[in-house]
T-cell receptor, first 117, second 115 residues
Framework: EAGVTQFPSHSVIEKGQTVTLRCDPISGHDNLYWYRRVMGKEIKFLLHFVKESKQDESGMPNNRFLAERTGGTYSTLKVQPAELEDSGVYFC???????????????FGEGSRLTVL | DQQVKQNSPSLSVQEGRISILNCDYTNSMFDYFLWYKKYPAEGPTFLISISSIKDKNEDGRFTVFLNKSAKHLSLHIVPSQPGDSAVYFCAASPNYGGSQGNLIFGKGTKLSVKP
């Protein structure tokens, strides 16, 4: 069974440009999460989808970030326009039901590294 | 301000010895704690967890201890193996409102196990 997949693995863009990151969760997982790790810092929660609905977007930094999950399958995270401080690794994770994160069954993808120059 | 702190950015131990990774937290409302392990260029993978109603949870070579009064937890790996070399993240789950997947992570501790 395929795990959580993310694309691209690395993106290098200039300040002011737009980047779209994609996440394909594990098939059948209703919960999808986006996290971000800025260099040397902790992994920070961005938002949580349950199917196509945003359950919690309290971690989104500002309105330059837009996450979507049309149809409740894959998700995209768009950064527009990108700023230097947006550089980091963006992780996507999925889980099967609301209870499982509390048992640790949050499956992470390999991350998309974003470099903004 | 960081709610989950891992004050040691790195730790080096000899193969076969015990590795002890520490984590402190500030919010007494946290009710579940997790450890994740991360290899380079990979996503974090779940290792072990503990509920706030317990003080110890063991899984093979891995044991997590929780001291609620001190707001401190630790991960013990014994015996340590070279394959354990990775970055270990401590995470907490708040039980107040919000998403159950809203984990709060520490900055991580890089463990190196020398053969």
């Amino acid at each position: 069974e395929a795990g959580v997949t993310q694309f691209p693995s690395h993106s290098v863009i200039e300040k002011g440009q737009t980047v779209t990151l994609r996440c394909d969760p594990i098939s059948g997982h209703d919960n999808l999460y986006w996290y971000r790790r800025v260099m040397g810092k902790e992994i920070k929660f961005l938002l949580h989808f349950v199917k196509e609905s945003k359950q919690d977007e309290s971690g989104m930094p500002n309105n330059r970030f837009l996450a979507e999950r049309t149809g409740g399958t894959y998700s995209t995270l768009k950064v527009q326009p990108a700023e230097l401080e947006d550089s980091g690794v963006y992780f996507c994770a999925s889980s099967q039901d609301m209870g499982t994160p509390l048992t640790g069954e949050l499956f992470f993808g390999e991350g998309s590294r974003l470099t903004v120059l | 301000d960081q709610q989950v702190k891992q004050n040691s950015p790195s730790l080096s131990v000899q193969e076969g010895r015990i590795s002890i990774l520490n984590c402190d937290y500030t919010n007494s409302m946290f009710d579940y704690f997790l450890w994740y392990k991360k290899y380079p260029a990979e996503g974090p993978t779940f290792l072990i967890s503990i509920s706030s109603i317990k003080d110890k949870n063991e899984d093979g070579r891995f044991t997590v201890f929780l001291n609620k009064s001190a707001k401190h937890l630790s991960l013990h790996i014994v015996p340590s193996q070279p394959g354990d070399s990775a970055v270990y993240f401590c995470a907490a789950s708040p039980n107040y409102g919000g998403s159950q997947g809203n984990l709060i992570f520490g900055k991580g501790t890089k463990l190196s196990v020398k053969p």
